[in-house]
């Protein structure tokens, strides 16, 4: 069975630093693409970055790109996401989700989630 549990959110001030971590079980992570997403209240769930299956290529929304850094560790079977230079406007509720064959940023075709963990930077 697939399970998918996001860890390390929080409460931080504006500039500070976060590491999320999604621990995946019950499937190879290798094999799937995980991506990181967010929800703030009254807003529609938004991409902000995935990590490919195999060759691990990444992408980010533009609003966390040079900020924010996923990676993988296969050892482990989990996907971090490094969050520095955190701003107000990133506060939200973080999932990270797990999908086959392809890569986006959209939450659409994404087949397993993670319950989220929330992220709240105060300015």
């Known amino acids: 069975q697939v399970h998918l549990v996001e860890s390390g959110g929080g409460l931080v001030q504006a500039g500070g630093s976060l590491r999320l971590s999604c621990a995946a079980s019950?499937?190879?992570?290798?094999?799937?693409?995980i991506g990181w997403f967010r929800q703030a209240p009254g807003k529609e769930r938004e991409g902000v970055s995935y990590?490919?299956?195999?060759?691990?290529?990444?992408l980010y929304a533009d609003s966390v790109k040079g900020r924010f850094t996923i990676s993988r560790d296969n050892a482990k079977n989990t996907v971090y996401l490094q969050m520095n230079n955190l701003k107000p406007e990133d506060t939200a509720v973080y999932y990270c989700a797990a999908v086959h064959f392809i890569a986006t940023l959209s939450p659409a075709p994404y087949d397993y989630w993670g319950r989220g963990t929330q992220v709240t930077v105060s300015s």
């Open positions: 019950g499937f190879t992570l290798d094999d799937y693409t």
């Open positions: 990590i490919s299956r195999r060759d691990g290529s990444t």
